[in-house]
């Protein structure tokens, strides 16, 4: 049964610093997701991509973040510059209609 | 901007009872959908409601979908350690965005 690939599964980095976490969708998918989920909390959408460029973001999303399909199979979140409070579990998510499929998530702890 | 409330937060249940979750949407929503995590897993989707009064049924849960498409409730029947877990759900508005609920943690004592 295909699935949302995403890696690492964890990424330790210093605040301040760049990370990417990629993710491989499903392949006939067309719409990606980013979310992210704080320990203990729930799910808050960050972002949905759609025909190569972004259809909607949430407040969370700020010029720190960007999104990239930078080739036909994967979707990269980029976080320029890492704060203590992005700490979280970051999930990707695709879909071919409304059923959000979803990865096992890239765990974020910023130091 | 749009919130979507559930309640419980927290569900302790004994094997072979019964619970309900309930979830509540601040806005009219065009479809609800239901979601289970596991402990340390991600989110796997359960079901959609798409029409008002909608209610579906998956073994021994019941979704149902209010008239206003404003709230909706998970309704477990017989319940299952199998069943542990938290069930999120998530309503759409507009658009492809999911605004998901605080979720409901269940604990099952055997």
């Known amino acids: 049964e295909p699935e949302v690939t995403q890696t690492p599964s964890h990424q330790v980095t210093q605040m301040g610093q760049e990370v990417i976490l990629r993710c491989v969708p499903i392949s006939n998918h067309l719409y990606f997701y980013w979310y992210r989920q704080i320990l203990g909390q729930k799910v808050e959408f960050l972002v949905s991509f759609y025909n190569n460029e972004i259809s909607e973001k949430s407040e969370i999303f700020d010029d720190q973040f960007s999104v990239e399909r930078p080739d036909g199979s994967n979707f990269t979140l980029k976080i320029r510059s890492t704060k203590l409070e992005d700490s979280a579990m970051y999930f990707c998510?695709?879909?071919?209609?409304?059923?959000?499929?979803f990865g096992p998530g890239t765990r974020l702890t910023v130091l | 901007g749009q919130q979507v409330m559930q309640i419980p937060q927290y569900q302790h249940v004994q094997e072979g009872e019964d619970f309900t979750t309930y979830c509540n949407s601040s806005t009219t929503l065009s479809n609800i959908q239901w979601y289970k995590q596991r402990p340390g897993g991600h989110p796997v989707f359960l079901i959609q409601l798409v029409k008002s009064g909608e209610v579906k049924k998956q073994k021994r849960l019941t979704f149902q979908f209010g008239e206003a498409k404003k709230n909706s409730s998970l309704h477990i029947t017989a319940t299952q350690t199998t069943d542990v877990g938290t069930y999120f759900c998530?309503?759409?508005?507009?658009?492809?965005?999911?605004?998901f609920g605080g979720g409901t943690r269940v604990l099952v004592k055997p």
């Open positions: 998530a309503g759409k508005a507009a658009g492809n965005k999911l605004t």
């Open positions: 998510a695709s879909s071919a209609r409304s059923e959000q499929f």
